[in-house]
């Protein structure tokens, strides 16, 4: 009941949040955003045909007017069509979100993962020969562009210069051996690049957590590494691990990769976002812009919920 | 379409704890399994269907016949849809043939009316917009209804410009609510199979617009059931029908109700010594599509298309990507691959059929026209001193692999009006005559006006820039006169130019059809801003011998006028120009087929084939 009541009162807090970055971002896409109308004429358009496709666009329209219609949208989770396709933007977002999420899953978990695991070894032997060989391939990692990772990655397991293990780009998944074929590569490249992050990130956490008087205390009773390291020190880094986790995931469902679905010829809604940005695609933009600033609430909401299943003393109050 | 859940098969055993990770991946599967693709029968890889996986470099975003202003969407369009006229498979240059039109229009006396009778018996693919779902007869009322909707602004339409002021009553209809119960004057479906056009003025090009996917033949009925979804959900009476599109590939599945046509090859122009390396023989007196599933993805990064297409499983044509040439090429005139290429893929080299260039904007009073008649004077040897320091050569050599044409004039070599013996001086890099011009116009580094340089913010086009400063540097041009502004999309470029904005316009045109008119009139004056003609050129007698012109048949007379206005526009330096750029084309060696992707474009789709045997034994073709 206590969490219910504290759910609701959070999501009526951040319809403020919600409407104010709505609002920026919508004065941002009209004011500085690309102008459709160029792109949806025909050659030699006469001023009446501009003015037409303007009419179209609402861009004759006053901004209040505009945004009370998003508003609008929003509420009524009525988008209408892309500019660009014409295709409904809620079948486009429903074709393409679930394909982001198959893609980049994989990676985001194993990414996490493995940077706990590794951070946990990294400051288990702090100081020591695999301290300084995990923080240096993470530095190695955040080095290297996503960019250059994707393009190494796909010439290694990918192309006939390499492996040729995978398939180089596309998305035909009937299977879950199809699945894994496809999701592989983009999968060791994200992880490669994203490891570096997390595994600095958490080892400053648990190093932090490592030199607390509660864990010295528990080492001086006695208590095995591995019960020391779930119970006393895991266990308690979890805030902001779970701060980080779960901030990541609006731009896991939302935002997809832009630069693995481009290299990898896969459907998702990073490509279909970007191409909305570059071609000033509105309804597209923003029902994206909506759906990333309610996901951002729930993501607050969850947050502080496992908060609080994590450390008791915190209260949702 | 969601997938259906069973598509995925996983089994997973064990504890659940432990299971975790694979949980997740199952699920991602789910969410994110292909089903539209996979419910198709047409959807199997089995290798006993033909199979042609082709590559664009850039995706098209509407299937829509009446928004395919890209190359992209124009390509893709004419495989779902049928046109009244088509290009000859092999013929080069291009000559038109008839496609869903019996033949070649009837032209009255007067050259005013064109009488064009359809092949009865063709009908669009099956879809539920139809009664029964079974697809519909094409009939001339189609044509009627297709033209008109590019003067109905509810469909957003993108080719009017082809037609407007020129069919006559089409304006008037659009102008009274584009109510298609009303009848168009000039454009009229005499009986079910006839369409009889009235121009209101002699308009040659007029085959060539019928040839476009703009007047691609679209039914009623799926336009009015799908609404604006007809740009994804495309009904046509093409070749191929669509099985999915999305921002990565088209697929497509062959149209079981196509027309038998067999192919003539003589007819389509075939010529042994340059073609017979293709292959194309062997699809003479059989009736296209010869292919099952046609799948086009758009690849915009090199490396990814490199990479699938020597794959070998993958993508079976590629354009070569700058950065593979000196890899790939023995040599670069004459183009020829090394052995090891030569061995896996065919080759041919494409001549664009259109050209890059950059126009002054004849608005801009310091390097256009001018209310003092001595500034303008000086104008002009300014504008013709700035083309003088512009080293085509240099800028061939650094971003087309040195294998572009270059030219005089914007009469590019893809239109039979090209003039291979003009003089180049208008191309010659001559930095010493352009300073002698600067000198002569009073020009001196304190008193140059400052040029802007209007880009899309791309690397490219910042080395563009970079070079061409430097160029300018040479001449005695100030690199501080010289700013680059740039844009972040080609929308937004594109709107400065309609707007007149800027002084400096680089860009490529590529042509509608190849007749030097599309090109001319980049320069006419009533096409001025925002029309095409951004460099606002306007000169009586250019603008007299176009309108003189654009009546004419195809005629000797005809082509000296068309020089000769070429030969002002070079005379008044108006425009720096031009080169056509020249792309490697390679495909596997099992694919039978003459690649184009220019005038011919999506059309060539239909007729490739796939030699379905021993990779060795297409080897031997040869």
């Known amino acids: 009941m206590e969490i219910l009541q504290y759910s609701v009162r959070k999501l009526i807090a951040g319809i403020p949040l919600v409407l104010g970055v709505t609002f920026i971002s919508f004065l941002l896409m009209v004011y500085f955003g690309p102008d459709k109308t160029y792109e949806l004429l025909g050659k030699n358009p006469t001023p009446e045909q501009i003015e ?127 699945y894994l074929s496809y999701v592989t590569v ?47 020190i895991l266990k308690n880094s979890m805030i902001p691990i779970i701060t980080r986790v779960v901030f990541s995931i609006p731009f896991v469902v939302i935002s997809g990769s832009l630069l693995i679905e481009s290299y990898f010829g896969i459907p998702g809604v990073g490509k279909v976002t970007f191409d909305a940005i570059t071609s000033g695609d509105q309804p597209v933009l923003k029902a994206v812009v909506g759906l990333t600033a309610a996901l951002f609430v729930l993501a607050q909401l969850l947050t502080d919920i496992l908060y609080r299943a994590v450390d008791p003393r915190v209260s949702l109050t | 379409m969601q997938a259906p859940a069973q598509q995925c098969t996983v089994a997973i055993r064990g504890r659940p704890g432990r299971s975790f990770v694979v949980i997740a991946l199952a699920v991602a599967c789910l969410v994110g399994c292909d089903g539209r693709d996979s419910s198709t029968p047409e959807a199997t890889t089995a290798s006993d269907i033909k199979v042609f996986r082709y590559s664009m470099g850039g995706a098209p ?42 033949e070649l229009p009837e032209i009255s006396e007067d050259k005013l009316t064109y009488t064009i009778r359809l092949k009865p018996g063709v009908h669009f693919i099956d879809d539920p917009a139809f009664p029964d779902g079974i697809g519909r007869e094409v009939t001339a009322a189609d044509f009627v209804y297709s033209i008109k909707r590019h003067f109905d602004p509810a469909m957003r339409p993108q080719g009017a410009w082809l037609w407007q002021g020129r069919i006559a009553g089409l304006n008037e209809w659009k102008a009274a609510g584009s109510d298609y119960a009303e009848a168009a004057e000039g454009l009229q479906a005499l009986d079910r199979y006839t369409v009889q056009i009235r121009l209101t003025r002699p308009y040659p090009q007029l085959v060539y617009t019928l040839a476009m996917g703009y007047s691609a033949l679209v039914p009623r009925e799926a336009v009015e059931s799908y609404g604006r979804e007809f740009a994804i959900r495309p009904v046509g009476s093409g070749p191929f029908k669509i099985l999915s599109f999305n921002t990565a590939k088209v697929v497509f599945a062959r149209n079981p109700r196509f027309r038998s046509e067999p192919v003539d090859i003589w007819y389509e122009g075939y010529d042994p010594p340059t073609q017979s390396f293709t292959g194309v023989e062997r699809i003479d007196g059989r009736a296209p599509p010869f292919l099952d599933r046609l799948e086009i993805d758009f690849i915009p990064e090199g490396s990814a298309r490199w990479s699938s297409f020597t794959k070998g499983d993958e993508i079976q044509y590629a354009g070569l990507p700058d950065e593979q040439v000196d890899l790939v090429l023995e040599s670069k005139d004459p183009v020829t691959l090394k052995d090891e290429y030569a061995r896996k893929y065919h080759m041919r080299t494409g001549l664009e059929a259109g050209f890059v260039f950059t126009s002054f904007n004849m608005m801009f009073e310091e390097f256009g026209y001018n209310p003092d008649s001595r500034r303008e004077r000086r104008n002009r040897l300014l504008r013709c ?199 490697i084309m390679l495909w596997h060696k099992n694919i039978i087929a003459m690649p184009d992707s220019s005038i011919v474009g999506g059309f060539f789709l239909r007729y490739v084939d796939v030699d379905t045997g021993d990779p060795g034994q297409a080897e031997t073709l040869e």
């Open chain 2, 61 to 102: 975003t509407s299937l829509d016949p009446v928004q395919t202003r890209s190359v992209y969407a124009n390509f893709v369009v004419v495989n779902a849809f049928d046109t009244l006229y088509s290009y000859k498979y092999l013929a080069r240059p291009y000559r038109l043939k008839p496609n869903l039109a019996t």
């Open chain 2, 385 to 583: 001193a700035v083309r003088k320091g512009f080293d085509w050569s240099q800028r061939n050599e650094s971003f087309y692999m040195g294998i572009a044409r270059v030219f005089p004039g914007v009469i590019p070599p893809a239109v039979p009006e090209f003039n291979a013996d003009m003089s180049d001086d208008s191309i010659r890099y001559d930095p010493e005559g352009a300073r002698q011009l600067l000198a002569e116009g009073g020009w001196t580094p304190e008193n140059l006006p400052v040029l802007i340089y209007g880009t899309v913010s791309s690397v490219k086009s910042r080395l563009f820039y970079e070079q061409f400063r430097a160029w300018m540097k040479i001449i005695g041009y100030p690199p501080e006169k010289i700013v680059l502004k740039r844009y972040a999309t080609f929308g937004d470029i594109t709107r400065a130019w309609s707007r007149s904005e800027l002084p400096f316009n680089g860009k490529g045109w590529l042509l509608d059809f190849p007749d030097a008119e599309n090109t001319l009139q980049l320069f006419y004056g009533p096409n001025g801003s925002p029309g095409s003609n951004d460099a606002n050129y306007s000169n009586p007698e250019y603008d007299a011998l176009y309108e003189r012109a654009s009546v004419m048949l195809p005629s000797p007379e005809r082509t000296a006028i068309y020089r000769r206005m070429n030969q002002i526009l070079i005379d008044d330096c108006i425009t720096i120009s031009g080169m056509s750029r020249v792309q």
């Open chain 1, 186 to 232: 983009p999968t060791l490249a994200t992880v490669f690049v994203a490891l570096g992050y997390n595994t600095r990130f958490y080892r400053a956490v648990i190093v932090e957590e490592m030199t607390r008087d509660h864990v010295r205390t528990a080492k001086a009773f006695g208590t095995p590494p591995a019960r020391l390291f779930y119970k006393n």
């Open chain 1, 52 to 178: 037409e496709v303007r009419r179209e666009l609402g861009y004759d329209q006053p901004f209040l007017t505009r945004y009370a219609l998003y508003v609008q949208e929003i509420a009524t989770l009525n988008f209408g069509s892309s500019e660009s396709s014409g295709e409904l933007v809620s079948s486009l977002l429903a074709r393409t979100i679930p394909v982001s999420i198959a893609l980049i899953t994989p990676g985001f978990v194993l990414g996490n993962l493995l940077g706990v695991l590794f951070a946990l070894i990294a400051a288990y032997h702090r100081g020591s020969w695999a301290d300084k060989f995990i923080m240096g391939a993470s530095a190695v990692g955040m080095s290297i562009s996503f960019l250059i990772a994707i393009i190494a990655f796909q010439i290694i397991f990918s192309s006939n210069f390499g492996l040729g293990l995978f398939p180089v780009r596309g998305w035909n998944v009937h299977s879950f051996g199809d």
